[in-house]
């Protein structure tokens, strides 16, 4: 259902909070159901169990590839733009990528990938980790994308989560002038997997690896052997499709999961009404598909909208940092999708970059993973969309699916970094710390959702517990986000960011509580304490106090070995940009840490830590103080 003026968008609004049913029953009309669903939502948030489409059977990929191969098979659904440019392109068009995902879903069948079964994806950004996605979807087997950039840790740590039958990945990847071992950390990380049957390796970059007899094998070779007919698997709405890993405030990352029907319905409904996507339009999401982003914005809600999805290998930056700007007038992008970090950094080259280039092809501009800030909103309003391409600032969240609070392009009026409004199905409402709900505009809160979407998360995968607990337990029959948000005196949102102790680097989420036991597996630490800081590029930065044992005199040497510790155990994303060695940590006489000193300090406001009587040690703040690292 495609919403064209402000007015239809407040209509479908009212509708989608007066009748949330009979709304989302007229949306889901327009994908192919094997049968219909006989209910449209179960739900309560205590459990908490939240049904769309109950008893409806489909296969996602019927709607992103079959129907689109019946109607435009020569159409183009993926332009491949590799990391470097003097080499080819490729555009697959919907009937080749039908084809490579039955061929590749007949080698998962091959290697008995049945229906529930978990398969990890660890690749780079080339077509085949899209077909290896949707090839999962095709026999129903449940894909977990591990980005690119995580260590054999990381790796090891979700495979044996979910209980991952296969880990499909590539020889070698290649990011700017850098060669990445891919294979050889899965072969790491397999030291510890037992669960894991087969390794299907696709070659990128021709590097030797290491083929272990009876567990490797080479897709290249593989896919030679079967047909390219593949009939879709029946799945019930509520079967999961996948399950993707998110940091938060404690433990273990965790396995966020998301069931067929009510994603397709969210994704695709979003993609279109939000990007105000047009067929023809060629629309290019810069995000790694090992993100949320991805999933839903480069793969499955621009293929199930037969759209033009454009999915680059490359980094911003790479030859030069006029990347983006190059790809937009080379495939002539309509639509582009980025993320204020990129946008920050690229300001900073000047505008050579892009003066020469052509980016006339440009209608829309979207902004996702972080709060966009003013001088970043105008600078890409300006000089990138010359004034005329409105700004979708998108807030959304790993586990919301798809975009929840945002403009929808050229219809909803645009403010400099506001989210704007809720999308139809979206009901958000602002709490106070008493779980109050926070009425009327100018008003700030923390952000909680009451009313279930079909994109909403269903589970985290192995610990159901572990979802309530998280998100449906702070505040009761709410969702909450873990974001703080202000809802202005036009009603508009603005989120704020996060209020608890998650910190978003480059739009990249990361628990501090992950990166102090990363620290902490270094020999001479004896205990960490991690809080963010406001950083001009990234928009958090992550700073560790860190206590060592006496005996580590080369501070510097150790400093290096923490953040190599980091990358091993976690990955780069989650190195410190500032490690502070300190004799004590600001705790208090109950053994609490009082993270609020350590993020002023960080912050550098030294003149308002607050109340610090009640600590153990008063004292050890000064020490803090004193060693701050601007
Ligand atoms: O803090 C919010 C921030 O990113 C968090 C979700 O991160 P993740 O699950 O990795 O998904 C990122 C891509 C959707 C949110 O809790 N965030 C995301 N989008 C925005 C944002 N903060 C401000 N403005 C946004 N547009």
């Known amino acids: 259902m495609r919403i064209r003026t402000f007015e239809e968008y407040q209509s479908a609004y009212d509708q989608s909070v007066s009748d949330p049913e009979g709304f989302w029953a007229e949306v889901a009309q327009d994908f192919e159901w094997k049968k219909p669903w006989k209910k449209v939502l179960d739900w309560n948030f205590e459990e908490p169990n939240v049904k769309w489409f109950v008893g409806g059977k489909m296969n996602i990929t019927e709607n992103c590839l079959d129907r689109h191969v019946r109607e435009k098979p020569n ?22 990528l039908f084809e490579r995902v039955c061929q590749f879903a007949n080698v998962l069948k091959k290697h008995g990938v049945v229906k529930g079964d978990r398969v990890c994806i660890y690749m780079p950004m080339i077509p085949e980790l899209a077909i290896a996605v949707l090839a999962c979807a095709r026999v129903g087997a449940i894909h977990s994308v591990v980005f690119g950039g995580f260590s054999a840790q990381s790796i090891a740590d979700r495979i044996n989560d979910a209980g991952c039958k296969v880990v499909i990945t590539t020889d070698g990847s290649v990011r700017g002038p850098k060669q990445i071992p891919m294979k050889d ?31 490797d094998i080479w897709w290249e070779e593989e896919v030679k052997h079967v047909s390219s007919e593949c009939p879709a698997e029946e799945m019930d709405a509520e079967d999961p499709l996948f399950i993707l890993y998110t940091s938060g405030s404690t433990g273990k990352p965790k396995g966020v999961v998301h069931t067929c029907g009510g994603y397709m319905v969210y994704t695709a409904y979003t993609f279109e009404n939000v990007f105000q996507y047009e067929p023809g339009d060629v629309y290019f999401c810069t995000a790694d598909i090992g993100w949320i982003t991805g999933h839903s914005y480069i793969v499955y809600g621009p293929l199930l909208r037969g759209a033009i999805s454009v999915l680059f290998e490359g980094i911003p930056t790479y030859p030069d940092a006029g990347r983006f700007w190059d790809i937009i007038d080379k495939h002539k992008v309509n639509i582009f999708y980025t993320a204020p970090t990129a946008i920050r950094s690229l300001m900073g080259f000047g505008p050579e970059y892009f003066k020469n280039k052509d980016l006339s092809s440009l209608k829309v501009l979207g902004s996702v993973g972080e709060p966009i ?37 050229h219809i909803t009026k645009t403010k400099p970094s506001f989210a704007t409004l809720p999308l139809p199905g979206v009901q958000p409402v602002l709490v106070d710390e008493n779980g109050q709900e926070i009425q009327g505009n100018g008003v700030n809160g923390n ?18 517990d572990r979802c309530r607990t998280t998100y449906f337990s702070t505040y ?31 739009g990249h989420r990361i628990g501090t509580a992950e990166v102090e036991n990363a620290i902490n597996m270094h020999t001479g630490v004896v205990e960490s304490a991690v809080v963010g800081y406001p950083h001009d590029i990234k928009g958090q930065g992550i700073y560790a106090y860190v206590i060592c044992e006496a005996s580590s005199h080369d501070s510097e040497l150790t400093r290096k ?33 009082m993270r609020r000193i350590l993020r002023k300090v960080a912050e550098g406001d030294f003149n308002n830590l607050g109340d610090i009587s009640t600590l153990l040690d008063p004292g050890v703040v000064e020490d803090i103080k004193a060693g701050a690292i601007k």
């Open 185 to 215: 950390t899965v072969d790491d990380a397999l030291i510890g997997c037992p669960t894991v049957e087969k390794v299907i390796v696709s070659t990128r970059t021709r590097t030797p690896v290491s083929m272990i007899k009876g567990r």
């Open 373 to 409: 800030n003013e001088e970043a909103w105008n600078w890409y309003n300006e000089n990138i969309g010359k004034g005329n391409c409105p700004i979708v600032d998108t807030w959304w969240q790993t586990e919301t699916a798809g975009i929840m609070i945002s403009p929808l392009a």
């Open 561 to 593: 070995d923490i953040l190599a510790t980091v990358s091993r155990i976690i990955g780069p994303i989650a190195k410190p940009d500032k490690i502070q060695f300190v004799s004590g940590l600001p705790k208090t006489r109950s053994g609490k840490i």
């Open 476 to 506: 009761k029959n709410m969702y909450f986000t873990g974001d703080g948000c202000m809802r202005d005196e036009d009603g508009y949102y603005r989120i704020t960011g996060r209020v608890d102790d998650v910190i978003n680097v480059s």
């Open 447 to 464: 952000l909680c959702i009451k009313f279930p979407w079909p994109g909403i998360i269903r589970t985290t995968w192995g610990d159901h």
């Open 75 to 96: 159409h183009p659904a993926i332009i491949w733009e590799p990391n470097d440019p003097s080499d080819d392109t490729a555009t697959l068009t919907y009937k080749m």
